[in-house]
Nanobody, 124 residues
Framework: QVQLVESGGGSVQSGGSLRLSCAAS????????MGWFRQGPGKELEGVAA???????SYADSVKGRFTISQDNAAKTLYLEMNSLEPEDTAMYYC??????????????????WGQGTQVTVSS
């Protein structure tokens, strides 16, 4: 059973940084896509960043140059380094994953396994 557990959310001031982590377990596939989504208050769910098992990455235009997605394959942990945070980045952030040959790029990211989410709040 695939499990994804996020951590690292919190409250920061505008311009600050946070690093989100997602511990993944319960899978053996060597081919996968993992990503981060977010949903802000009153906003639709948005794909933020994705990384595939080859290390190829993709980002939403709104976070390019500020966010970095990475992974520790040995630890099966996904990260999202978020810098220069803005109030508009306030959202619940979700880790997600899928396996096999799947589209692994933003926009158009659609993944089947999800974590419970971690809240990020950026104040001005």
């Amino acid at each position: 059973q695939v499990q994804l557990v996020e951590s690292g959310g919190g409250s920061v001031q505008s311009g600050g940084s946070l690093r989100l982590s997602c511990a993944a377990s319960g899978y053996t596939s060597s081919s996968y896509c993992m990503g981060w989504f977010r949903q802000g208050p009153g906003k639709e769910l948005e794909g933020v960043a994705a990384i595939d098992s080859d290390g190829n990455t993709s980002y939403a235009d709104s976070v390019k140059g500020r966010f970095t997605i990475s992974q520790d394959n040995a630890a099966k942990t996904l990260y999202l380094e978020m810098n220069s945070l803005e109030p508009e980045d306030t959202a619940m952030y979700y880790c997600a994953a899928d396996f096999g040959s799947v589209w692994c790029s933003v926009p158009g990211l659609y993944l089947n396994f999800w974590g419970q989410g971690t809240q990020v709040t950026v104040s001005s």
